[in-house]
Structure formats: structure tokens, C-alpha cells
């Protein structure tokens, strides 16, 4: 099993001074669960090399058994810091895609046509795609063979929007990833703000927030299963 992880590379906060980039529980936990369903990893990002951090997610009180993990592990430091470029990745080469999220991807790669197409070729070919808290907003201008949304009539989740007053961004942010899931047609749903949440609908996998980075990667993993026993 072949799979593909997409990382920002974008690090400006708005127009607030302040950095940001991905998450890292969204991207450690994941790893270290596709890593141990022995899946073969690839990690891109849209400029390649290092992706940025968001500073916040490496806070002490964000720390989790995962976070720690990476941080004591150079060879997953290794891998983040050598991302392949978007523009190189063949998607016919992986069996999924998995974004994790992070304020960043609501700048680059909700409008890289890389990763439009990516998703796109992924989801046509009957390849499962999934995405976790910031991530489903990347979505936004992903259609359909017939040009619709491709959320349109799917269940779907993604960060909430009182998650994201919680954190204060809500004006700083270019759109807000709830909003914009149901004014495509996305039958969005959600869970307690911070709790793990995450939704299937066919190829289509989404969690609300970082506390959902296990259980979506999860159902990713059952869903490549599935495939590859059928």
C-alpha cells in the first residue's frame, strides 16, 4: 500500500505577524499509524523540503505520546525535512492521499492546482482520500467528473466553527472550513468541539480537529485494507 501525505508549505498567519504552517499531532500520529499498517509513505508539500511548523502545535501543551515520538526519532525528522514538491508526484503511483492540517493549507493548498488535481485523480480512480481538521477546506474547489463540488451530497466534517473562535481566528483566517464544506453541499456534521470525530462517505474520509488525526488515519487504514482484500 502506496500513500501519500500533503503538507502546507505556507507560514504567514494572515496579516497578524505571527507564523504558522502544519500541525504537528495532525501529521505525527498518522505517520506513526500508517508507518506501523506497514504502508509506504511518501510526503510532499508544494514547494518541497522542509514544510513549516506551526509554532503553537509545538507547545508544550500539545505534546502528545506521538509528538514525542517524532521529536526522539531522526529518521521521521528526516523525512519531514526532504517533502517531495507537489509538481513531481504522479498520483497513479499511490493507492491514497492523506492531508493533514494546520491553518496553512487554507492559503496554499486550497488553491494548488497540484493538489486539485491530485485529490481528483485519486478519488476518479477509486482511490480513497482523506483529510483532518483544516485539511477538508483544501476541498473547496475539488470537483466531481460532472464539475460539481466534489462534497456535494457527502458526509463530511471538518474544524468547527466555534473550534475556531475557540483559537481566535476566525477573521484572520481566509475562509472558515465548516462554511465553506456546506455552501458546496457537504452534509456536514461534527462532534463535541476538541473531541475525535471523524466521517466516511465512499473515498471521501474527514476529521474535525488534531484530537481526530488517529481516528481518521484509522479508517483510512481499514479502507486500504479492504481494497487490498478484495
Given at each position: 500500500m502506496k500513500l501519500l501525505m500533503v503538507l502546507t508549505s505556507h507560514d504567514e498567519l494572515g496579516n497578524t505577524g505571527r507564523k504558522t504552517g502544519f500541525w504537528l499531532e495532525e501529521f505525527a500520529a498518522p505517520y506513526y499509524a500508517f508507518l506501523e499498517a506497514g504502508v509506504d509513505i511518501?510526503?510532499?508539500?508544494?514547494?518541497?523540503?522542509?514544510?513549516?511548523?506551526?509554532?503553537?502545535?509545538?507547545?508544550?501543551?500539545?505534546?502528545?505520546?506521538?509528538?514525542?515520538?517524532?521529536?526522539?526519532?531522526?529518521?521521521?525528522?528526516?523525512?519531514?525535512?526532504?517533502?517531495?514538491?507537489l509538481a513531481s508526484i504522479w498520483p497513479e503511483d499511490f493507492d491514497a492521499v492523506f492531508y493533514p492540517g494546520g491553518?496553512?493549507?487554507?492559503w496554499d493548498l486550497a488553491e494548488d492546482r497540484d493538489s486539485i488535481e491530485i485529490i481528483q485523480s485519486?478519488?476518479?480512480?477509486?482511490?480513497?482520500?482523506?483529510?483532518?481538521?483544516?485539511?477538508p477546506g483544501v476541498l473547496r474547489n475539488v470537483r466531481a467528473v460532472d464539475g460539481s463540488?466534489?462534497?456535494?451530497?457527502?458526509?463530511?466534517?471538518?474544524?468547527?466553527?466555534?473550534?475556531?473562535?475557540?483559537?481566535?481566528l476566525t477573521d484572520v483566517v481566509p475562509f472558515l472550513v465548516e462554511d465553506?464544506?456546506?455552501?458546496?453541499?457537504?452534509?456536514?456534521?461534527?462532534?463535541?468541539?476538541?473531541?475525535?470525530?471523524?466521517v466516511q462517505d465512499g473515498l471521501l474520509i474527514t476529521g474535525q480537529n488534531p484530537g481526530s488525526s488517529v481516528e481518521t488515519a484509522g479508517i483510512l487504514i481499514n479502507t486500504l485494507r479492504a481494497a487490498a482484500a478484495a
Amino acid at each position: 500500500m502506496k500513500l501519500l501525505m500533503v503538507l502546507t508549505s505556507h507560514d504567514e498567519l494572515g496579516n497578524t505577524g505571527r507564523k504558522t504552517g502544519f500541525w504537528l499531532e495532525e501529521f505525527a500520529a498518522p505517520y506513526y499509524a500508517f508507518l506501523e499498517a506497514g504502508v509506504d509513505i511518501t510526503v510532499a508539500s508544494p514547494k518541497g523540503g522542509q514544510p513549516p511548523l506551526d509554532p503553537k502545535s509545538d507547545e508544550p501543551s500539545f505534546q502528545t505520546e506521538q509528538t514525542r515520538r517524532f521529536h526522539a526519532d531522526p529518521a521521521a525528522q528526516a523525512v519531514l525535512s526532504s517533502t517531495v514538491p507537489l509538481a513531481s508526484i504522479w498520483p497513479e503511483d499511490f493507492d491514497a492521499v492523506f492531508y493533514p492540517g494546520g491553518h496553512g493549507p487554507l492559503w496554499d493548498l486550497a488553491e494548488d492546482r497540484d493538489s486539485i488535481e491530485i485529490i481528483q485523480s485519486l478519488y476518479r480512480s477509486g482511490k480513497p482520500v482523506a483529510f483532518v481538521c483544516h485539511a477538508p477546506g483544501v476541498l473547496r474547489n475539488v470537483r466531481a467528473v460532472d464539475g460539481s463540488p466534489l462534497v456535494q451530497g457527502k458526509k463530511v466534517t471538518g474544524f468547527k466553527n466555534t473550534e475556531e473562535d475557540g483559537v481566535g481566528l476566525t477573521d484572520v483566517v481566509p475562509f472558515l472550513v465548516e462554511d465553506v464544506l456546506k455552501q458546496d453541499g457537504g452534509i456536514y456534521s461534527s462532534g463535541p468541539d476538541w473531541g475525535s470525530y471523524a466521517v466516511q462517505d465512499g473515498l471521501l474520509i474527514t476529521g474535525q480537529n488534531p484530537g481526530s488525526s488517529v481516528e481518521t488515519a484509522g479508517i483510512l487504514i481499514n479502507t486500504l485494507r479492504a481494497a487490498a482484500a478484495a
